[in-house]
């Protein structure tokens, strides 16, 4: 078992930034790779990014080169620095862990952009 705990959203003008954590705590050696989704309100939850044990990521097109994924392993601990954030990036952001294949996920934190 993987618990998840995210922190770090809140409302920010178009343009600005924020970062987001993430802590794992329960089962963490096996956690493989890492990431966050996002839902909009009408929208489906999309894939932002995810990170492996390595250090390799991965973006959507749509955060590419404005967010930024990195990951602790030594304190279970991934990140998501957003730069440039604009008003479509309004969702509720879910940290997630993969565990031997099974994917983990938090409850979410709201970031909102707004003016």
């Known amino acids: 078992q993987v618990q998840l705990v995210e922190s770090g959203g809140g409302l920010v003008q178009p343009g600005g930034s924020l970062r987001l954590s993430c802590a794992a705590s329960g089962s963490i050696y096996s956690i493989s790779a890492m990431g966050w989704y996002r839902q909009a309100p009408g929208k489906q939850r999309e894939l932002v990014t995810f990170i492996t044990s390595s250090g390799s990521t991965e973006y959507a097109g749509s955060v590419k080169g404005r967010f930024t994924i990195s990951r602790d392993n030594a304190n279970n601990t991934v990140w998501l620095q957003m730069n440039s954030l604009q008003p479509d990036d309004t969702a509720v952001y879910y940290c997630?862990?993969?565990?031997?294949?099974?994917?983990?996920w938090g409850k979410g934190t709201l970031v909102t952009v707004s003016s």
């Open positions: 997630t862990a993969n565990y031997y294949g099974v994917i983990y």
